[in-house]
């Protein structure tokens, strides 16, 4: 056999050789592929990339660190995997190394660890690891985490092939891996969603359906929350002897956490209102019961009215909460009428007051959040309190409900397209 016959005997050997390579590439990037499409968790995705990737390169053992937005914790979520006919216990490899690939976010092949001056290295480490193959995992140009295997079974060095099969599964698991967490914010954001609208009939279904009816007294009512739940809230109270009292509340914050700390205050409310004949004392009461139970952090402001229709007077107390806007039917005049008072929450020992108001046929009394007066309009401007004087003034003889329907249309108009930041609530009590 002449030389020319062994040039192309070697040329087939190692064409051979690189098809079989190339099958074996592909069989085990196929392999990935139908396992991961079967698993919908991001932690059994990534099991599976670590398992075809041990297998792939004739590892020990691999590891799959997936990079967070903590700046303590840059590398969080772990997956680790060693072979199964492997004797040695699962170690781990510290974080000088994976430290190196996360800030220069390219390949690191390590033939031996023991040996090379670039990384400090424990004693322990050294002992159970020799080399070291690690491979960053992208989405495009997003870095997901860090591929990494260790110590060849056959007791050689990771190569140049091993390196360039752990990047092409590295790259094809950025994709999975991606698509695995879509699902999965997909899926949390569907059970949020029904949460919240779960959260929202609950809370509907505490705010009351109508206003009690009393000859005297016309009762409209305006709700929006920001949020699919919110912490605005309003009650309505029969106290006898022709007295109806009012009770307006806002939570610090919105969303669920107010929404929660609102039910709360509605269900002590509730149990108190009967037992005391003042606003103030009432407030002192609630007071009490919220700092014992209520998270520190949250507060309420909040008002409570108490409307003697047959003594023709208004009596009515201030938590920390937006002053009382009252038209005066006789002088054909509105003003807002302040009555200070700690927010519930801030002391134990808070004191409150109690303002009297006498009331005549046509007089209105509008109560509100502050999502009223701080809706702002595209150009960054408030509606404001002279903004609300004004609504009222414009319809202040009408009937209660058409009195809050003119607001709401000048407060929609004055905010055009800008998004609701805050929870809207109002409440109009005319007398008859």
């Given at each position: 056999m002449d030389s020319m016959e062994n040039a192309k005997i070697t040329q087939l050997e190692?064409?051979?050789?690189?098809?079989?390579?190339?099958?074996?590439?592909?069989?085990?990037?196929?392999?990935?592929?139908?396992?991961?499409?079967?698993?919908?968790?991001?932690?059994h995705m990534l099991d599976i990339i670590v398992e075809k990737s041990v297998k792939a390169v004739k590892a020990e053992q691999g590891s799959i660190l997936l990079v967070t937005e903590q700046e303590d914790a840059p590398l969080k979520t772990l997956i680790r995997q060693a072979d199964q006919r492997s004797r040695l216990m699962t170690y781990k490899v510290g974080f000088n190394i994976t430290g190196w690939v996360l800030k220069n976010q390219q390949p690191l092949m390590i033939e031996n660890l023991a040996t090379d001056e670039r990384f400090q290295t424990t004693e322990q480490e050294r002992k159970e690891i020799k080399t070291v193959l690690c491979v960053p995992i992208r989405f495009k140009a997003q870095l997901l985490g860090l591929l990494m295997v260790t110590n060849k079974k056959t007791f050689d060095p990771f190569n140049a092939d091993d390196l360039r099969l752990l990047t092409i599964i590295a790259a094809q698991s950025g994709q999975l891996i991606r698509n695995s967490q879509l699902q999965a914010e997909t899926l949390q954001k569907k059970r949020m969603e029904q949460e919240l609208l779960v959260a929202r009939k609950i809370q509907t279904g505490l705010l009351p359906k109508k206003p009690p009816a009393n000859p005297r007294l016309q009762i409209a009512v305006y709700f929006n929350p920001a949020d699919e739940v919110?912490?605005?809230?309003?009650?309505?109270?029969?106290?006898?002897?022709?007295?109806?009292?009012?009770?307006?509340?806002?939570?610090?914050?919105?969303?669920?956490?107010?929404?929660?700390?609102?039910t709360m205050v509605k269900g002590i409310l509730n149990s108190i209102t009967q037992k005391f004949e003042s606003p103030d004392r009432m407030f002192a009461e609630l007071n009490a019961i919220f700092n014992r139970i209520a998270p520190r952090d949250m507060f309420v402001t909040m008002l409570f009215l108490v409307f003697d229709t047959k003594g023709e007077v208004l009596r009515y107390s201030n938590a920390g909460h937006n002053p009382v806007l009252f038209y005066d039917d006789q002088s054909k005049t509105c003003q807002m009428i302040e009555l200070r008072g700690p927010a519930l929450g801030?002391?134990?020992?808070?004191?409150?007051?109690?303002?009297?108001?006498?009331?005549?046929?046509?007089?209105?009394?509008?109560?509100?959040?502050?999502?009223?007066?701080?809706?702002?309009?595209?150009?960054?401007?408030?509606?404001?309190?002279t903004s609300l004087l004004q609504a009222v003034q414009e319809t202040a003889v009408a009937p209660a409900e058409k009195i809050i329907a003119h607001i709401k249309d000048?407060?929609?108009?004055?905010?055009?397209?800008?998004?609701?930041?805050d929870d809207v609530a109002m409440i109009a009590v005319k007398m008859v």
């Open positions: 190692n064409e051979i050789c690189r098809l079989k390579s190339a099958v074996e590439e592909l069989t085990v990037l196929n392999d990935l592929a139908i396992s991961a499409s079967t698993s919908l968790e991001t932690d919110g912490g605005d809230y309003y009650d309505y109270f029969v106290l006898g002897d022709d007295r109806i009292g009012v009770a307006l509340a806002d939570v610090s914050g919105h969303g669920t956490s107010s929404a929660l700390v609102m801030l002391s134990k020992l808070a004191k409150f007051q109690e303002k009297q108001i006498a009331l005549h046929q046509g007089d209105l009394l509008l109560i509100y959040t502050d999502g009223v007066t701080e809706t702002f309009n595209q150009a960054g401007q408030m509606f404001g309190e000048r407060l929609l108009n004055f905010r055009g397209k800008t998004a609701q930041s």
